[in-house]
T-cell receptor, first 114, second 113 residues
Framework: NAGVTQTPKFQVLKTGQSMTLQCAQD?????MSWYRQDPGMGLRLIHY???????DQGEVPNGYNVSRSTTEDFPLRLLSAAPSQTSVYFC?????????????FGPGTRLTVL | GQQVMQIPQYQHVQEGEDFTTYCNSS?????IQWYKQRPGGHPVFLIQ?????EVKKQKRLTFQFGEAKKNSSLHITATQTTDVGTYFC?????????????FGQGTILTVHP
């Protein structure tokens, strides 16, 4: 199993550009989520999904869109990039209804917006 | 909304000293998880606590969940250089066994040999 994969690893954008961060998992997990990590701020939840076709907002959803058409994939779209979106982005997945609800994180995407 | 506060933000210790990080939630939690992130890496799950007053141990790590299910702590006995990293707590709101986790800001642990 590859676990949770994210692409790209690094990305530089100009203000106003749009892009999609890809996230995929091969563990058949129902729950998937996107976080951004900034120094001193911990991990802040952007959007999450509890299954295909179901998404919901987290703490910091503005400027980001998500969709969940399959169990495996959960892409994150930046509509019009801003310097404030410079961050490290992590995707995570977990199984629902298990004892641990352990979240498995991808390796992250380091995004810089100029 | 739910807030999870974690202290201290930084902790520097000499190898062999103990270390504790504390987590406090503004609301009652259904469960709390702890993660470790090595420098340059991604968070890795350590443990989940569910029951009021629960205490779990993993070798030199001791995790506690408060009686009111609003606070938690992670204690490392006799730190080693391999313990270096950022430790996060993450709580789920009461009444839900799954759903969104709210992370604390993390405690960055440095261990001097």
């Amino acid at each position: 199993n590859a676990g949770v994969t994210q692409t790209p690893k690094f990305q530089v954008l100009k203000t106003g550009q749009s892009m999609t961060l890809q996230c995929a998992q091969d563990m058949n997990h129902e729950y998937m989520s996107w976080y951004r990590q900034d120094p001193g701020m911990g991990l802040r939840l952007i959007h999450y999904s509890v299954g295909a076709g179901i998404t919901d907002q987290g703490e910091v959803p503005n400027g980001y869109n998500v969709s969940r058409s399959t169990t495996e994939d959960f892409p994150l779209r930046l509509l019009s990039a801003a310097p404030s979106q410079t961050s490290v982005y992590f995707c995570a997945s977990s199984a629902l209804g298990t004892m641990s609800n352990e979240q498995f994180f991808g390796p992250g995407t380091r995004l810089t917006v100029l | 909304g739910q807030q999870v506060m974690q202290i201290p933000q930084y902790q520097h210790v000499q190898e062999g000293e103990d270390f504790t990080t504390y987590c406090n939630s503004s609301t009652t939690l259904s469960n709390i998880q702890w993660y470790k992130q090595r420098p340059g890496g991604h968070p890795v799950f350590l443990i989940q606590l569910v029951k009021s007053g629960e205490v779990k141990k993993q070798k030199r790590l001791t995790f506690q969940f408060g009686e009111a299910k609003k606070n938690s702590s992670l204690h490392i006995t006799a730190t080693q250089t391999t313990d270096v990293g950022t430790y996060f707590c993450a709580g789920r709101a009461g009444g839900t066994s799954y759903g969104k986790l709210t992370f604390g800001q993390g405690t960055i642990l440095t261990v001097h040999p």
